[in-house]
């Protein structure tokens, strides 16, 4: 896949799993992800649910009509075909926002921080690659928009000016918080190495003060939770 970027000079989705959540329906009680209990989500709600927060996720779009999605969602933009709104035709974009910001409405899922607002950017086409010319303009559109973070859950094999200038663009106008987000599936020894590049390429890319790193075996409920200082102690306890 990561030779297929590199030839092409595109970018595109990282290697990620979906899970189905069976039996359920419209009436069923609202679930909550594993995420919301792994991390103990409902105690930090006690202090907020991400009101006055805006998030823009540089992704897929996003089903801008669901249920769980649609009255947290603000206006967003399609990079990909401007004459179009952001429709997620991939389920990628939607399922980020959901994990962000799915209302808190007695149905359907719940997001950490259920009363942020979404902007969905459309970066990446309906195939799940795109190009960093969009990329790079969805960085500057969403910073112009004053939001408090941009998200994107998507790899390259290159690096380019353009997103570094994007970047150092946000940052400039008051968007400090840009999250990269490398994640792997699995703890093979390939996959660890795309994960300590991925990290490096996100230290030199936005020369963060923080490096997060969670590490995930198959068994959720037994995942080890790192919070480190540098990319050199990334590095260490992944390897």
């Given at each position: 896949?990561?030779?297929?970027?590199?030839?092409n000079?595109?970018?595109?989705?990282?290697?990620?799993?979906?899970?189905?959540?069976?039996?359920?329906?419209?009436?069923?009680p609202?679930?909550?992800?594993?995420?919301?209990?792994?991390f103990?989500?409902?105690?930090?709600w006690k202090?907020?649910?991400?009101?006055?927060?805006?998030?823009?996720?540089?992704?897929?779009g996003?089903?801008?009509?669901?249920?769980d999605?649609?009255?947290?969602?603000?206006?967003?933009k399609?990079?990909i075909?401007?004459?179009?709104?952001?429709v997620?035709?991939v389920?990628?974009?939607s399922?980020?926002a959901?994990?962000?910001?799915?209302?808190?409405?007695?149905?359907?899922m719940?997001g950490?921080?259920?009363?942020?607002?979404?902007?969905?950017?459309?970066?990446?086409?309906?195939?799940?690659?795109?190009g960093?010319?969009?990329?790079?303009?969805?960085?500057?559109?969403?910073?112009?928009q004053g939001?408090?973070f941009?998200?994107?859950?998507l790899?390259?094999?290159?690096?380019?000016p353009?997103?570094?200038?994007a970047?150092?663009?946000a940052?400039k106008?008051?968007?400090?918080?840009?999250?990269l987000?490398?994640g792997k599936?699995?703890?093979?020894s390939?996959?660890?190495?795309?994960?300590i590049e991925?990290?490096?390429?996100?230290?030199?890319?936005c020369?963060?003060?923080?490096?997060?790193?969670?590490v995930?075996?198959?068994?959720?409920?037994?995942?080890?939770?790192?919070?480190?200082?540098?990319?050199?102690?990334?590095?260490?306890i992944?390897?």
């Amino acid at each position: 896949m990561f030779s297929w970027f590199r030839r092409n000079k595109k970018v595109g989705l990282l290697p990620y799993i979906s899970e189905e959540v069976n039996n359920k329906n419209t009436n069923s009680p609202q679930f909550q992800g594993w995420e919301i209990n792994t991390f103990d989500i409902p105690s930090c709600w006690k202090k907020t649910k991400g009101d006055g927060v805006t998030v823009a996720v540089l992704d897929t779009g996003c089903a801008l009509k669901h249920t769980d999605l649609k009255d947290n969602l603000l206006e967003g933009k399609n990079f990909i075909d401007p004459s179009e709104p952001p429709v997620d035709r991939v389920g990628h974009g939607s399922h980020v926002a959901g994990t962000i910001a799915a209302s808190d409405n007695r149905m359907g899922m719940v997001g950490v921080a259920p009363m942020t607002k979404i902007i969905p950017v459309k970066v990446l086409g309906d195939q799940g690659f795109g190009g960093m010319e969009s990329i790079s303009n969805g960085i500057v559109w969403a910073a112009d928009q004053g939001v408090d973070f941009i998200t994107m859950s998507l790899g390259s094999s290159f690096s380019d000016p353009r997103m570094k200038n994007a970047v150092d663009y946000a940052d400039k106008i008051g968007c400090k918080n840009i999250h990269l987000l490398a994640g792997k599936t699995d703890l093979s020894s390939r996959s660890l190495v795309t994960l300590i590049e991925n990290l490096k390429y996100a230290r030199d890319l936005c020369e963060p003060k923080d490096i997060g790193v969670l590490v995930e075996p198959k068994n959720r409920r037994d995942i080890p939770n790192y919070f480190i200082s540098t990319i050199e102690q990334a590095c260490e306890i992944i390897e």
